[in-house]
């Protein structure tokens, strides 16, 4: 519970539930586990119509413990934003696939270029990072 001297008189005062789920595994934390917690914070839908047919997926990661994050449109319109995590304790290495899309660079929180990225990246335990992804039949740089 917040202090009562903070941001808001009345912060956190009142009735709030939460939900919770017992994962038995053997070893680290690892892969199994963040996907059983993405599955319990965002449970899949099921559609009916179009949707249901539609082609899921036009991005991918050739490491199970390299999850994508979120995707973002970036402000000034050019490609795709993606931050990627390594779910692991350990350094993880691995390809980031979008389809008709080649990896461009690193980007900081503000989108500012930070290096080139690869193919491939490698990302240190529990790191986050944010690439940018450009058109690959785009010149737009």
Request: charged content about 20%.
């Amino acid at each position: 519970r917040s202090p009562r001297g903070g941001p808001g008189k009345q912060v956190d005062f009142g009735e709030h539930s939460l939900e919770y789920a017992l994962f038995p595994h053997i070893g680290p934390l690892g892969a199994d586990t963040y996907r059983e917690a993405y599955f319990l914070n965002n449970p899949i839908l099921y559609t009916a119509g179009e949707a249901a047919t539609a082609q899921a997926g036009f991005m991918s990661s050739s490491n199970e413990n390299i999850i994508i994050e979120s995707v973002k449109l970036p402000e000034d319109g050019n490609g795709i934003l993606l931050r990627v995590y390594n779910c692991s304790e350990t350094e993880q290495s691995g390809a980031i696939k979008v389809a008709a899309h080649q990896p461009k660079d690193f980007v900081g929180v503000m989108e500012e270029p930070l290096e080139p990225a690869g193919k491939t990246l490698a990302l240190r335990g529990f790191e986050l990072k944010i690439i940018r992804f450009i058109n690959s039949s785009s010149n737009k740089q």
